[in-house]
């Protein structure tokens, strides 16, 4: 079982990144798809999330209007998309899958590598 999650990179103030977070190693169809992010010195927060069949999605207040979550069942991936991108947005993000809804980070099934995102000019 493996998730990978992929994307990130250096963008300005403003910017856009893509994260994308291929799955595989299993059948995903009864779990939620989740984003976390860890900025430095800071606990792990839970970002969006969305049911692998399509259901929600969800995402916290601070990013609502800017971040939009989706997932792609042919490709086995979902995806962050991030605009209007703020330095406090700085973090690595992670994939996870869990069995039920929740923002507990300690409740997820299963957890890909990170992958940095630093908005900076």
């Known amino acids: 079982v493996q998730l990978q999650a992929s994307g990130g990179g250096l963008v300005q103030p403003g910017g856009s990144l893509r994260l994308s977070c291929a799955a595989s190693?299993?059948?995903?169809?009864?779990?939620?798809m989740n984003w976390f992010r860890q900025a430095p010195g800071k606990d792990r927060e839970f970002v969006a999330a969305?049911?692998?069949?399509?259901?929600?999605?969800y995402s916290v207040n601070s990013v609502k209007e800017r971040f939009t979550i989706s997932r792609d069942t042919a490709k086995k991936s979902t995806y962050l998309q991030m605009t209007n991108l703020k330095p406090e947005d700085t973090a690595v993000y992670y994939c996870?899958?869990?069995?039920?809804?929740?923002?507990?980070?300690?409740?997820?099934?299963?957890w890909g590598k990170g992958t940095q995102v630093t908005v900076s000019s």
């Open positions: 190693g299993r059948t995903w169809d009864n779990y939620v």
């Open positions: 996870a899958a869990s069995f039920t809804w929740t923002r507990n980070y300690n409740l997820m099934n299963y």
């Open positions: 969305i049911r692998w069949s399509g259901e929600g999605p």
